[in-house]
């Protein structure tokens, strides 16, 4: 297919790829989805008559909330595709989102994740294979979230958690070791969340003590916020158990 995508401009609800084909002409491909109150189904009927130039589904698609979902593309009708819609996934595998469930295949959804592996979250159910999730967790441990948990596998946990130590929330009690903990702690210190409290303070210690590290600084905002606060208590009870002097614990908090 000779076609080239140029740019991806993210709006409200919906994507916008500008792209270029094969003599050089420059042309744009809108995405939207609205969210349409169950109480308010007629505002379908009104889109359809002012945006006569977009393609939406013949069919609106049940939402998570009390509504349903309206998907809508301008897509020329020759370029409703397999092999269109997968130029666009390797150039933003979370397209997937905006797509309707009938016009996924497999392949897209591969394509999705081999871009980018957080696309697994778009994957319809049928469609959650070992192949693709292999493909994700692979490329991002996290990912892993997106597995049903009576889905999930036990050879998928030593994968997850080598790509990534933050995959060790999502890893099942039974499957998680001392050694594990330790490990996910001295890649990122956040993972101390997901330590199991029996194991808590010898972790931090080892981790985080012993090794003379100092910890994030309060920022007042995101996920340093949420990591201040946390260490915050485990320090508490780590001088409480040990009756060390605080002063000897290196950390910063502002």
Known sequence: MKYEVIELTKIRDGLIFRLKNQDNKEFSIKFKKFFIPNNNLEFADIIR????????SKELEKADGPG???????IPSE????????????????ALAYFEDSTITYEMCKRACLNDPMSLKFVPKNMMTDEIIMISIIKNGVTLQYVEK????????????????????YIPREYI?????????KRDMACIYYVPDEWLLYVYKVAIVDRG?????????????IVHYKFQDIITKYIQETKLDPDSISYTIN
């Open 49 to 56: 008559d002012k945006k006569e130039y977009i393609n939406y």
């Open 68 to 74: 349903k979902r309206l998907f809508a593309n301008n």
């Open 79 to 94: 370029l409703l595709n397999e092999e269109f819609y997968c130029l666009l996934l390797d150039f933003y595998g979370p």
């Open 150 to 169: 009576d889905k999930r596998k036990e050879e998928y946990y030593g994968v997850a958690f080598e790509s990534s130590p933050n995959a060790l929330r």
């Open 177 to 185: 070791t001392l050694e594990m903990c330790i490990d996910a702690v």
């Open 213 to 225: 590290l100092v910890l994030p600084e309060y920022n007042g905002v995101g996920r340093k916020k």
